[in-house]
């Protein structure tokens, strides 16, 4: 029995989706909340084959030469800085670090295009709305199908965000095993119009309680955002970095959210016209990491928000022009 490791957010799910529908095999699943990355120490040693979606090699070179070691052939696609990519026959690696890309589209891509629409859907989800519009028009997809796929997306990223996976509406691999077997979104939604219809409610519900939220510190260069103590905004705090990053395309965003264990949970993005220095800011500090134009730090201790803050400021004002 093979297994398929993935992020549970949109771009892990709908990658995940893509290749499986091109090469059907039964699977034990491994994933989680969007920030529970270090998945590949949950594969036991010996399985034959491997695949891993959407989850920093970096975080998981460990447990990654563990698995090449005993013999496993380890198919690997992602987007985030990557470490040392091991030299091995049994890797057959595809990382692309290009603040334009994501694995579901470097999926659509080693797939010809096959699922196009599961792509664009993982794309919308992490943000990368003029790529995804691009392809889009170059596919010739109306309009009104663009707005479903992106609306899709939305809805999939923000159920990955939780400190668990009691914070989310409904588990990743739960909801992978509803996506998974069509072809196309719009046949999930309409086999599915009641998971899609829970996931909007609670997403719009969760989305007008951070409206009425405003910046702890910042100014036309970088804004810091904390958001309560709340399941609601451990849920909207990666959709609420995205909306804020739309919606000021020339500023930096910051968003911080209480974890219970007493750390921030943060989500760190770069102005989407210089979409660079997100994962290099958030390297600085322990379990911080992503890419480019999106970050975060996993669990940043209380006694190191004043660096963080500091250094955040620091970075995109100097980098502002």
């Given at each position: 029995?093979?297994?398929?490791?993935?992020?549970?957010?949109?771009?892990?799910?709908?990658?995940?989706?893509?290749w499986r529908l091109a090469h059907p095999q039964a699977t034990t699943l491994i994933?989680?909340?969007?920030?529970?990355?270090?998945?590949?120490?949950?594969?036991?040693?010996?399985?034959?084959?491997?695949?891993?979606?959407d989850v920093s090699m970096a975080k998981n070179q460990d447990a990654l030469a563990?698995?090449?070691?005993?013999?496993?052939?380890?198919?690997?696609?992602?987007?985030?800085?990557?470490?040392?990519?091991?030299?091995?026959?049994?890797?057959?690696?595809h990382i692309h670090t290009s603040a334009n890309t994501c694995t579901a589209l470097?999926?659509?891509?080693?797939?010809?295009?096959?699922?196009?629409?599961?792509?664009?859907?993982?794309?919308?989800?992490?943000?990368?709305?003029?790529?995804?519009?691009?392809?889009?028009?170059?596919?010739?997809?109306?309009?009104?199908?663009?707005?479903?796929?992106?609306?899709?997306?939305?809805?999939?990223?923000?159920?990955?965000?939780?400190?668990?996976?009691?914070?989310?509406?409904?588990?990743?691999?739960?909801?992978?095993?509803?996506?998974?077997?069509?072809?196309?979104?719009?046949?999930?939604?309409?086999?599915?119009?009641?998971?899609?219809?829970?996931?909007?409610?609670?997403?719009?519900?969760?989305?007008?309680?951070?409206?009425?939220?405003?910046?702890?510190?910042?100014?036309?260069?970088?804004?810091?955002?904390?958001?309560?103590?709340?399941?609601?905004?451990?849920?909207?705090?990666?959709?609420?970095?995205?909306?804020?990053?739309?919606?000021?395309?020339?500023?930096?965003?910051?968003?911080?959210?209480?974890?219970?264990?007493?750390?921030?949970?943060?989500?760190?993005?770069?102005?989407?016209?210089?979409?660079?220095?997100?994962?290099?800011?958030?390297?600085?500090?322990?379990?911080?990491?992503?890419?480019?134009?999106?970050?975060?730090?996993?669990?940043?201790?209380?006694?190191?928000?004043?660096?963080?803050?500091?250094?955040?400021?620091?970075?995109?004002?100097?980098?502002?022009?």
């Amino acid at each position: 029995m093979g297994f398929d490791v993935f992020n549970g957010d949109a771009d892990g799910l709908t990658a995940l989706v893509q290749w499986r529908l091109a090469h059907p095999q039964a699977t034990t699943l491994i994933t989680g909340v969007k920030r529970d990355i270090a998945l590949l120490k949950q594969v036991p040693t010996g399985p034959e084959q491997v695949t891993v979606l959407d989850v920093s090699m970096a975080k998981n070179q460990d447990a990654l030469a563990r698995l090449l070691a005993a013999g496993t052939r380890v198919f690997y696609a992602d987007h985030h800085q990557s470490g040392p990519i091991p030299d091995s026959p049994l890797l057959d690696a595809h990382i692309h670090t290009s603040a334009n890309t994501c694995t579901a589209l470097i999926i659509d891509k080693l797939l010809d295009g096959q699922y196009r629409e599961w792509a664009l859907v993982g794309a919308y989800g992490d943000n990368l709305d003029r790529t995804a519009n691009a392809l889009a028009q170059q596919s010739g997809i109306d309009e009104q199908t663009r707005a479903r796929l992106a609306q899709l997306g939305h809805y999939l990223n923000y159920n990955s965000y939780g400190a668990s996976l009691d914070d989310l509406i409904m588990p990743p691999a739960v909801l992978y095993r509803h996506l998974c077997g069509f072809s196309t979104p719009d046949a999930f939604m309409r086999a599915y119009p009641d998971i899609v219809m829970a996931l909007a409610d609670a997403y719009q519900s969760d989305r007008a309680h951070a409206q009425t939220l405003t910046p702890a510190l910042g100014d036309e260069n970088a804004q810091v955002y904390q958001l309560p103590d709340a399941a609601w905004a451990r849920r909207i705090s990666g959709m609420f970095g995205n909306q804020l990053a739309n919606r000021h395309p020339d500023r930096a965003h910051a968003v911080l959210t209480p974890m219970p264990g007493g750390e921030w949970m943060v989500s760190i993005r770069a102005p989407l016209n210089r979409p660079t220095g997100a994962a290099q800011l958030a390297e600085q500090f322990t379990t911080g990491g992503g890419r480019a134009a999106a970050a975060g730090i996993n669990a940043l201790p209380p006694a190191s928000l004043s660096a963080f803050t500091d250094a955040f400021m620091a970075y995109f004002s100097a980098h502002a022009d």
